[in-house]
C-alpha cells in the first residue's frame, strides 16, 4: 500500500505558477508510475503529467511547454511546477500512483487560477 499527499495549492492570477507536491509513504522508485490528474467541476478526471519509476515523463497536450513533473527520491516527492497559469487550469489536483495493480489516490488540492 502507499499513502499520497498533497500540498501546494491554492489562489493565484493568471499566468503565475505554483509548485504542487506530492509525498509518499514509500519508496517512490517501488511505485510503477506516479501522476498528477486533476478535475474541475462538471468535468471528468484528467491526466494532467506522468512519470514511472524509470523517469520517463509525459504530459497531456493542453499543458505541454507549460507544466514540469518531476521527483525527488530521498524524500519520496513528487512535484508538478506549472507555470503560465490559465483560468481553465482551475481544479483539484490528484497525486497518483499504480503499485502494482493498484491505483492508490491522495485527497487532492485546490488550484484556482482568477482571470
Known amino acids: 500500500q502507499v499513502q499520497l499527499v498533497e500540498s501546494g495549492g491554492g489562489l493565484v492570477q493568471a499566468g503565475g505558477s505554483l509548485r504542487l507536491s506530492c509525498v509518499a509513504s514509500?519508496?517512490?522508485?517501488?511505485?510503477?508510475?506516479m501522476g498528477w490528474y486533476r478535475q474541475a467541476p462538471g468535468k471528468e478526471r484528467e491526466l494532467v503529467a506522468g512519470?514511472?519509476?524509470?523517469?520517463?515523463?509525459n504530459y497531456a497536450d493542453s499543458v505541454k511547454g507549460r507544466v514540469t513533473i518531476s521527483r525527488d527520491i530521498v524524500r519520496n516527492r513528487v512535484y508538478l511546477q506549472m507555470n503560465r497559469l490559465e483560468p481553465e487550469d482551475t481544479a483539484v489536483y490528484y497525486c497518483?500512483?499504480?503499485?502494482?495493480?493498484?491505483?492508490?489516490w491522495g485527497q487532492g488540492t485546490q488550484v484556482t487560477v482568477s482571470s
Open positions: 497518483d500512483g499504480v503499485l502494482g495493480y493498484t491505483e492508490y
Open positions: 514509500r519508496s517512490i522508485l517501488s511505485i510503477n508510475v
Open positions: 512519470i514511472t519509476s524509470g523517469g520517463t515523463t
